[in-house]
């Protein structure tokens, strides 16, 4: 077929001369099925065993899904069996599967299907697995079976057990469930409300009015899809734009990209249940609030005792408190460090894998770290020489969780197993360290859309310019879009935001933790395609343009390959080679990360992969900053491939000891 071979085309020129996994319409690599030798589409497969699933199968005709699941493409499936409809008819009053709603059988059909890739348990037992056509998220869980050898038991979304699975078919495989996966129309803050464990923080929640904050789900002024007078693919909706080319040769022809089909606003909450607030001496909401504002006068002085009685002013000690445990957009427990896949990746001997997020506390970030497969907020990271610090609040796992929902269409909700603040301690502590927010973090909108472990029919998801919350796009044929999840790409956690054409964008940079002196550096990587930019800070230039085009070998940046060796000389020798980068303006990327599965291809050791320190100038806490790139060249095929962002504090790069190189 000629879409088959033009995106086998896009994803070969795409692929930096790397391995990657072949794009065919036949099923010749995909397991044979558990309880079939016989290869068939999930449709068929699903019609042979009506036996079993013969309800759903119903469902599925009364919708557009079947026809679906009998055409190409990668498709998990849930399909619930006949337990699972005989429980779901008598809850909810039904007759049988004709009695069910139109509109309602089509929500159920799109909750059981993730259409963009298919995921076994033998690749995926535990964690996200990605969105469903509903547009919520899968996630997996284990338990153990102990009436039968504590064998292994698969969960979908806590109750969906998993009675069979792996059943591979040509476009996917089909897992069958003795439940419905669980969904509710409720929005996030009316789901929390319902949960019987957090009664205090709900209470807090609604006080503060935060959760009218919470209540935004669709974007009612996104446009529709086919409203464009793009060239779009009648099928897919691609917009044939240049998001990236193949790097370092400037050779490549431009990359079928998608826009969401809707823009979604979604949100996550860190949430203490009742029990650990009562270890804390807190029962109850006043109880709270006099806690919020012991912590948040000493963390805020100026503010002290101003705004005790107002609690829906954002300087209010329990708004504070409670905003502090928000963040605009939806983060799956193994999704918030990152692309999940890319973990293994992260060279834990040197650091724990992190990332950093604003929260809906304005002037506030909070720190996550993710040390032997455990997950912290505002954790401080072990340094070369010294003991790991055992101190941050952990987040429970989905099967540390109970069996609450924690899940609505515009959100999700963690346990947290002590307290979260943004204490005076975690300001001056925990957060005087390098900030470094990898690129897929600097707007919601790259996160809410799925963008940064996206598995499409392409390897980009392309954003409409007017619609990246916190970015203004402008220029002749911009374009901005973000790799998939690939550990084969030469980026920090594997993927990246690219912006092409002549464009001029801005964006908001993250708040500061303390006021100081920062430097501000961009991670990036180099391509003869990549083009000339000029920085601003609020308006003002930083420094001449910086050619992305220029590799770490020209004289002007100075970079030369490490000694090798853990020898006093080769550090030393080491150390030099940063200082002379740095007098450049210049440093190498982190040591802390590989590409692909060779341990010794560190990012620090590629040529290509650069960070640039943008400006080194005084930033406050709680003032907003804003940071301008303009593309010089007037070629509309060049791009900038943005990597991560990076704010250090001269208490890390001006140090006795020095910046590590992690």
Not at 193 to 213: E, W
Not at 229 to 254: A, E, F, I, L, R
Not at 409 to 418: K, L, Q, R
Request: with cysteine; charged share 25%.
């Amino acid at each position: 077929m000629k879409w088959v071979w033009m995106v086998c085309l896009a994803v070969f020129q795409l692929s930096l001369g790397l391995s990657f996994t072949a794009c065919v319409d036949n099923d010749d690599d995909v397991p044979m099925n558990r309880y079939s030798a016989e290869k068939m589409t999930a449709a068929e497969f699903l019609t042979e065993n009506s036996d079993r699933v013969g309800s759903f199968v119903s469902l599925l005709k009364r919708t557009s899904y079947l026809g679906l699941l009998s055409t190409y493409g990668d498709y998990t499936v849930f399909a619930p069996n006949e337990e699972a409809f005989a429980k779901y008819l008598a809850a909810n009053h039904y007759n049988s599967v004709d009695d069910i709603p139109e509109a309602v059988a089509d929500t159920l059909a799109r909750t059981h299907i993730i259409k963009t890739k298919a995921w076994f348990t033998t690749e995926r037992s535990e964690g996200s697995l990605g969105m469903n056509m509903a547009e919520t998220y899968i996630e997996l869980s284990v338990n153990n079976d102990a009436e039968n050898d504590n064998a292994i038991v698969h969960f979908a979304n806590k109750v969906a057990r998993m009675v069979e699975y792996d059943d591979s078919v040509t476009n996917g495989v089909v897992h069958i469930v003795n439940n419905m996966i669980p969904r509710t129309s409720d929005k996030l803050p009316d789901v929390i409300a319902a949960d019987t464990t957090v009664t205090i923080f709900s209470q807090a929640l609604f006080l503060t009015g935060l959760a009218d904050s919470l209540m935004a789900y669709e974007d009612k002024t996104y446009p529709e899809w086919g409203s464009d007078k793009q060239s779009v693919d009648s099928v897919y909706n691609w917009v044939y734009k240049t998001v990236c080319k193949t790097g370092g040769d400037g050779v490549g022809v431009p990359v079928p990209s998608q826009w969401p089909e809707k823009r979604y606003f979604k949100f996550t909450a860190f949430i203490e249940p009742d029990k650990v607030y009562n270890e804390h001496d807190i029962y109850n909401l006043d109880d709270l609030k006099a806690y919020a504002k012991k912590v948040y006068d000493e963390s805020f002085p100026e503010d002290a005792g101003k705004y005790d009685n107002d609690f829906r002013d954002r300087r209010n000690p329990l708004n504070r408190f409670v905003s502090y445990h928000l963040i605009d957009r939806i983060l799956p427990y193994d999704e918030i460090i990152g692309y999940k896949d890319a973990l293994p990746c992260w060279d834990t001997d040197k650091s724990d894998p992190e990332e950093f997020y604003e929260t809906m506390c304005p002037g506030t970030i909070m720190r996550f770290c993710y040390p032997n497969e455990q997950l912290y907020i505002n954790r401080t990271v072990w340094a070369a020489g010294k003991a790991r610090v055992n101190d941050g609040v952990r987040v429970l796992t989905a099967q540390e969780s109970g069996g609450n929902l924690q899940q609505a269409p515009n959100g999700m909700y963690h346990y947290v197993e002590d307290i979260v603040t943004f204490s005076k301690h975690v300001r001056e502590e925990v957060l005087n360290c390098r900030l470094r927010f990898d690129s897929s973090v600097l707007s919601a909108d790259f996160q809410n859309s799925g963008a940064r472990s996206y598995w499409g029919h392409e390897k980009f998801r392309a954003f409409r310019l007017d619609f990246i919350k916190g970015w203004k796009v402008m220029g002749e044929q911009a374009v901005v879009g973000m790799h998939e999840g690939d550990i084969w790409w030469s980026h920090y956690k594997s993927n990246g935001v690219c912006i092409t054409g002549i464009f001029d964008v801005t964006f908001k940079l993250p708040p500061v933790p303390t006021s100081g002196t920062y430097e501000i550096r961009l991670g990036y990587t180099v391509g003869t395609e990549r083009g000339v930019v000029q920085f601003y800070l609020d308006g003002d230039p930083c420094g001449i343009p910086a050619d992305l085009r220029m590799y770490g070998s020209d004289p002007s940046i100075g970079w030369v390959q490490d000694v090798s060796g853990d020898t006093d000389d080769a550090k030393d020798a080491n150390k030099a080679i940063d200082k002379a980068m740095r007098n450049h303006g210049y440093m190498k990327a982190m040591d802390c990360y590989w590409q692909g599965a060779d341990k010794n291809n560190v990012l620090r050791s590629h040529i290509h992969n650069l960070r640039y320190i943008m400006k080194t100038t005084q930033l406050e806490a709680g003032k907003d900053y804003y940071l301008r790139a303009r593309q010089v060249l007037k070629d509309p095929s060049c791009y900038w491939s943005f990597d991560y962002l990076e704010l250090c504090p001269k208490s890390v790069y001006g140090s006795p000891q020095g910046e590590d190189q992690h």
